[in-house]
């Protein structure tokens, strides 16, 4: 596995973690389709959310969500309802939401984590 692979499943397993201290269930994890694929999803209270996370060592090439652009975020729904239509029985009486986890550090067990909510 690339260096880039290993940190990005690190800080995916850090998403994780931060989810479920935070009272999120976590239904899937890289759940893939021919449109692509979708870091995590969990239910929070009543609402189905969909999580891209975004791991880097620095920020010098800009910070993690600025790679979730306007284009980004379209892709996101576009993934969250494909997902849906695959698992319809997940969606009964619950809101949607896309949300972004980025993980800035050298080890991305002790980096810095930041949890965006709600991404239109």
């Known amino acids: 596995m690339a260096a880039k692979d290993v940190l990005g499943r690190a800080g995916e397993d850090r998403a994780v973690r931060h989810l479920i201290r935070n009272g999120y269930d976590v239904v899937d994890r890289n759940w ?18 969909f999580v ?13 969500f600025e790679a979730v652009d306007t284009r980004k975020r379209r892709r996101l729904w576009q993934l969250a309802h494909a997902w849906i239509r695959v698992h319809p029985d997940q969606v ?3 809101g949607i939401r896309i949300d972004a986890i980025a993980v800035t550090g050298a080890d991305a067990r002790t980096g810095v984590l930041e949890h965006l909510t709600d991404l239109l």
């Open 32 to 49: 893939r389709c021919d449109q692509g694929e979708i870091d995590i999803v969990a239910v929070w209270r009543d609402v189905l959310v």
């Open 52 to 64: 891209e996370v975004k791991t880097r060592t620095t920020d010098a090439f800009g910070h993690p």
């Open 92 to 94: 009964h009486g619950r």
